[in-house]
């Protein structure tokens, strides 16, 4: 019986551990296993069902497993606790006393699971603790090994392997550490550790000024406590792995960690930008009802050059989603007067409340208030947005607050002023301001929802390049507790839109907005950042504060375009690589090479051969090309 502040999140009975014993091939011992919560942390517990039978009189030496629940000697065996620093770790707990064995440890001890190949028969869980313990294997004999992975992913991150499909990677969901790196960041004020354990455990109900939908990854300002804005210069503030891997070489080092180079990886290639598109050649892809002609070829120019400023009104509506591509001007003229009566349609919806309706409308009062202060501090030294009697902050205002009409889920997120704002720059309009908005919001929705899977899903994703990248660089972080690259989260979050100046975060974004590579080129930039600063921080030994320092300084000192050249070449250095791991070809897209004759993937297939020992075998099937995590 669980204690009173234990809670039992997964449970599955038929989970066998196989034991090899004298004059036996194989023996089952049955058992259930649990996930119980304590906490922030949770703990898997297996204990067996069956005690009739009696193993201790014929145990054969020369047959001892991986493991031993009993010790070659014939005498019970019960680990001791393996000290660490100046603690000792008891959360790992292995006995056997009258045919009774239990396993018990803690997520935050455990390092990796590998789990059983895709294939007919019992599916089987593997765990490895970080002090190198591995766990007697669990086998699901009735199903259930997805589910439970699925339950742990509430207390840790698990990613994937690049370099084995079967392994999966294990991060703690270091609540201190991601408090530290929201405060060095500046994302949030004083309370930032309250929002930070509400971010591991329950999303959904967590409010935020008041009202329970809004995503509660930001908080009052994005900006740093006291109500103090962050670093950024005022003219532009927006206030807001101890087993080897195939693949790998692994050398160990004098600084006590890891060291992984590359060895698959060609060198990778010098990438040079061209000249912004111009009026004449944006003029050339128009044919003369206006449709947008050879447009993967205006895509890739957009990609390599940006755009000149002048076109930006005209072609940001297309890359947004607000105009289609094949669209003529008749239709986009015919489109903009629905789009506009539509605007002015929800605009009226709020502004015809009434106080007295008002002061039974919580919910909106409460955007109100929060939209209300976010634009009396929103890029307020720029010229667009200076001075107390602006009319740009009226329309900036009216445009967050008529979103709240258009989806009304979501309503107004703190920081959506801070993407509004240079659109509003270039569009100069509020209805085609609005609409473009909401183009955007399209694409990085996922960064704000109330399940807040988006954020956690990219810094994954972030993580998993990271470690096939530059496994040098991944390892270092690792020793210093920043794997988990909470450090860009204000990268991942607001679109780097506090790391440049207005005119470079417009032409970072309408490169990205081309999709011209791939819809995670984003993760690339991180990449190409992270690069150009590896030697900065692994060259003076920076720790976890110093590291979060250093990016935080980094605001308006990156050179966009050489990190859009360097990201560019991140991506080709990939795509030519001969065998690209599936979860690297996943985030970024890229197909693998299929086989002329049988059109079966070759990097796909190389998993899927006959190697697998009966061991694997399971009644559980999982598919080979798999939609989930697991």
Known sequence: MAATNERVIFEKEGVFIHTALANSDDTLLAGKVSLIE??????????????????????????????AVISPTNSIHQSQPVATGSRQRESVNFHAK??????????????????????????????????????????????????????????VSITRSPHDNRLFMVTPNDTEALSRSFDELQLFGESSGDLVSKFFRDPYTTTLGGFSKVTNFLRDTLIATNGHPSQRPPDEMADLLSEELPGLDIQPTENEFDLITRASLGPRPDVERRQPVGQDQWKNHLDRDGRVTSIHLLLEAIFRGGLHPSLRKEVWPFLLGYYKWDSTHKDRLEL??????????MKLQWKSITDDQESRFTELRDRRS?????????????????????????????????????NFDLGYVQGMSDLLS???????????????LVGFMDRVHHNFETDQQGMKTQLI???????????QLYTYLESKESANMYFCFRWLLIQFKREFSFPDIMRLWEVHWT?????????????????????AMMDNYLGFNEILKHINDLSLHIDVEEILK?????????ADCKDIPKPIRDILAIKAAHDADNGTSTTESADSGGSARSADSSIEIVPDQEETTF
């Open 98 to 155: 009258k045919n009774r064995y239990a396993i018990n440890f803690s997520l935050s001890e455990l390092k990796s699971i590998r789990r059983s190949s895709p294939s007919l028969g019992w599916s089987y869980l593997l765990f490895v603790l970080k002090d190198g313990a591995t766990l007697p294997a669990l086998h699901f004999h009735e199903g259930g090994s997805k589910a439970m992975m699925k339950a742990m992913e509430k207390y």
């Open 515 to 535: 999709d011209y590579l791939c819809e995670n080129f984003h993760l690339l930039l991180c990449m190409a950042i992270l690069d150009t600063e590896k030697s």
């Open 461 to 471: 994703q972030l993580q998993t390049l990271v470690h096939f990248l530059d496994p």
């Open 38 to 67: 304590k906490g922030l942390d949770a703990s898997v517990d297996w204990k067996p069902t069956e005690t009739e039978t009696d193993f201790s009189p014929e145990y054969d030496p020369g047959c001892e497993p991986d493991w």
């Open 370 to 406: 929060l939209i209300e202060k976010d634009v009396n501090r929103t890029d307020r030294t720029h010229p667009f947005f200076e001075g107390e009697q602006n009319p740009s902050l009226t329309l900036l205002y009216d445009i967050l607050m008529t979103y709240c009409m258009y």
């Open 566 to 574: 360097k990201a560019e070449g991140v991506y080709i250095q990939i």
């Open 336 to 345: 903009r007067k629905r789009k506009e009566d539509d605007y002015f349609r």
């Open 422 to 436: 240079p659109i509003l720059m270039v569009m100069e309009n509020e209805v085609d301001a609005f609409w473009c």
